[in-house]
């Protein structure tokens, strides 16, 4: 029986544009089958291959497997050309998302999983393998973790508040304390004492009011990061700013996100872009307008964010960071991710040899020359 259940399984590395498209309706059935947070969607894949990866030249490498020929488990990933070395990565743009295979959560979950990752390793061609945010409780983590040449790895927060079971809105707000000394809706009071506020969700189908609010969003999000000097690769890319836009709405793929706006006599002050939850919804992207921020317009984007999903029956993920709303929201539960980078290859092997043997040149050269400087002659040199 184990023989034949083997024979019947099979692992395919989908590189061809047509063959990933055409896994639509058995993507969809299985992510609805296993509950899979919006970015194993296939109209995550998609948007992300079509509008960010395609673009930028990296090659598809999206593994799938079969039972008897029934779609089991799909990992989309890319294979990204970095000088002379080729580096395997999920697919999509580089955010905050997590890394995870789509597999039900059922008694042939590790073994596929296992599966995965072996045929990650031996058919996609890969010098490293880079693994951004892998939550350290699935099973990928430990099959990671376990490998000889890990280069790096690197622990991160991560919070997330369940929702649902949680009576009335009013009551599970009562169950949380205070946010920095206050309790939910005090920042919205205090907004309110500054002109008319008002919160509302954007109807998908308005894209060009979509995209103008994302683009302020992205400008704010700027803003912020010169001030604090942290800076992210994806902060200035049109084709991530593009992409948020078509997770909300798309001709070619069902909305997978929706946009909140919090406005102040009708400009907006604050808006959060959450995804669809599967019951699971993640926080994606956020931005204020730095000019109120006394009145804390960012955390109350946050507030109707986590309202939102609870009103709707979703939980809430709030992903990596230690940010101290996100613990709140998730009453101090949290987990840790890590972000890990194996050697796969000799020629990787080569490359991480020959790197650390330049710093070891490097820093003889310059102990040499400091000595040179500091030596009796260099001294004699400077009294005379």
């Known amino acids: ?6 024979r019947a399984r099979r692992y395919d590395v989908i590189t061809d544009e047509a063959q990933f498209r ?5 993507w969809d059935a299985l992510w609805t089958r296993a509950q899979g947070h919006y970015y194993r969607s296939f109209s995550y894949g998609w948007l992300a291959w079509d509008h960010v990866s395609k673009p930028h030249g990296r090659l598809l490498r999206c593994i799938v497997c079969r039972d008897d020929g029934q779609l089991v488990m799909i990992w989309p990933l890319e294979a990204v050309k970095r000088a002379l070395w080729t580096y395997l990565v999920p697919l999509g743009p580089e955010g905050g998302d997590y890394t995870s295979v789509l597999v039900a959560d059922d008694a042939s979950a590790a073994a596929l999983i296992e599966g995965a990752w072996h045929t990650a390793r031996r058919r996609c061609g890969a010098d490293f393998i880079h693994m951004p945010y892998v939550r350290e409780t699935l099973h990928l983590y430990t099959l990671v973790s376990r490998e000889r040449h ?5 622990a991160h927060q991560a ?8 009576g009335t809105w009013d009551e599970y707000c009562r169950s949380l304390g205070t946010l920095f000394g206050k309790r939910p809706g005090t920042f919205v009071k205090r907004l309110a004492k500054e002109g008319t506020v008002a919160v509302r969700v954007v109807d ?3 894209e060009r009011e979509t995209a103008s609010l994302i683009e302020w969003m992205f ?3 700027r803003s912020w990061s010169d001030r604090v000097g942290k800076r992210s690769v994806w902060l200035d890319s049109p084709e991530f700013e593009r992409f948020l836009g078509k997770l909300i709405h798309s001709r070619d793929v069902p909305s997978m996100a929706r946009l909140i706006v919090v406005t102040l006599d009708d400009a907006p002050v604050a808006g959060i872009i959450v995804s669809v939850g599967n019951p699971w919804a993640s926080a994606i992207f956020a931005g204020y307008d730095p000019y109120y921020g006394r009145c804390c ?11 939102w999903a609870f009103e709707n029956g979703f939980d809430l993920d709030f992903g990596v960071g230690a940010e101290r709303f996100k613990s709140y929201w998730a009453r101090g539960e949290a987990t840790t991710a890590w972000t890990t980078q194996i050697v796969n290859s000799k020629w990787g092997l080569l490359a991480i040899h020959t790197r650390r043997l330049a710093r070891v040149l490097a820093s003889l050269a310059r102990r040499r020359a400091h000595r040179a400087t500091t030596g009796p002659d260099s001294a004699l040199a400077s009294h005379r």
């Open 219 to 221: 400008n704010c999000k």
């Open 204 to 206: 998908p189908a308005e």
């Open 22 to 26: 055409a896994l639509q309706p058995e």
């Open 159 to 166: 919070s997330a508040a369940r929702l649902r079971g949680q």
């Open 150 to 154: 890990v280069l790096f790895a690197e």
């Open 1 to 6: 029986m184990n023989k034949t259940t083997h």
């Open 297 to 307: 317009p960012g955390l109350i984007a946050v507030e109707q964010c986590v309202k």
